[in-house]
């Protein structure tokens, strides 16, 4: 199944059918996005018995895209990880994280949905394209071959980052470089792993103005998601809604000769394969538009 949130309200999407979570459910889940991971358990048990479809009209949604925000809207704890990808860790000179992951955050006030303006902080804005691994189940200490089942889905991310704030100061400012308005977009569904054939090995691609300029796959990760979930939740209690960016492969503007950062205009293309794409078109400083991006 796939989980949206369509106009600020929770959609559960099974093949053709996109159903409002709160009429369809007859009040026993309510409309917010955030709220269905509270007892994720009772929602997937729940949103099983529509895999025939929905005979209330009333509850059917028809999608627009332009009303779709982030499928996570306001997750309690946003992990970030860097270096999980060699090719990455080799073009900006940087050791992989091999023993454990290169851990920071990203403020959850980054959030925004999945078409959306990114309004550009400076001159050095950069693209990090990364598949973004969110609770279902709270956890500690999850070994490593359950980690899957706390896993509610999977979603598409960037991880914007301004490159000037991000390298500040000694040690470096990571998780305020990546945290302006906006930087952290995903979408455009929350989607469940029985969807995926293999939940490993996705490809990803990210374009700029349509020229492809990170392509991969993340069966090239370091640390898997599973390995992921269970190494933070060894010291970090894991929660229903929290999201783990898991890092992204070669191909940043950063580590290119000569760098190359974003510029108003630019239009960042983010897909993932079987999760979907998304889009950001970067403005100036002002310039971005409200509404349901968030």
Not at 105 to 120: R, V, W
Not at 183 to 190: M, R, T, V
Not at 258 to 278: A, N, T
Request: aromatic fraction near 6%; include cysteine; charge should be negative.
């Amino acid at each position: 199944m796939k989980l949206l949130n369509h106009a600020g309200r929770a959609v559960l999407q099974l093949g053709d059918h996109r159903l409002d979570v709160e009429v369809a459910s007859d009040g026993r889940f309510g409309p917010d996005p955030q709220g269905v991971f509270t007892d994720w358990c009772a929602f997937t048990a729940w949103a099983s018995t529509h895999r025939g479809g929905c005979h209330r009209p009333e509850a059917l949604v028809t999608l627009d895209p332009a009303l779709l925000g982030a499928p996570v809207p306001r997750p309690p704890q946003v992990f970030a990880v860097g270096l999980n990808y060699r090719s990455h860790a080799e073009e900006t000179n940087l050791a992989p994280a091999t023993v454990m992951p290169l851990t920071f955050t990203k403020f959850p006030s980054a959030i925004t949905g999945p078409y959306t303006d990114l309004e550009l902080t400076g001159d050095t804005v950069d693209w990090e394209i990364e598949l973004v691994a969110v609770i279902g189940r709270a956890g500690f200490r999850i070994p490593a071959e359950r980690a899957w089942e706390h896993v509610a889905g999977l979603t598409v991310g960037q991880d914007f980052s301004d490159r000037t704030v991000q390298m500040t100061g000694s040690p470096p400012q990571f998780s305020l470089g990546k945290s302006f308005p906006g930087f952290a977009p995903l979408g455009p569904a929350l989607v469940t792993t029985q969807e995926l054939a293999d939940p490993d090995r996705l490809a990803l691609r990210c374009t700029v103005n349509g020229e492809p300029v990170q392509t991969g796959s993340t069966v090239e990760m370091i640390h898997p998601v599973a390995d992921l979930v269970s190494m933070l939740s060894r010291i970090c209690a894991l929660g229903p809604g929290d999201v783990i960016f898991t890092g992204t492969p070669e191909g940043v503007g950063m580590g290119r000769k000569p760098p190359r950062y974003l510029r108003p205009g630019d239009l960042v293309v983010s897909e993932i394969e079987g999760l979907g794409r998304i889009e950001q078109r970067c403005v100036e400083q002002g310039g971005a538009r409200t509404g349901a991006d968030t």
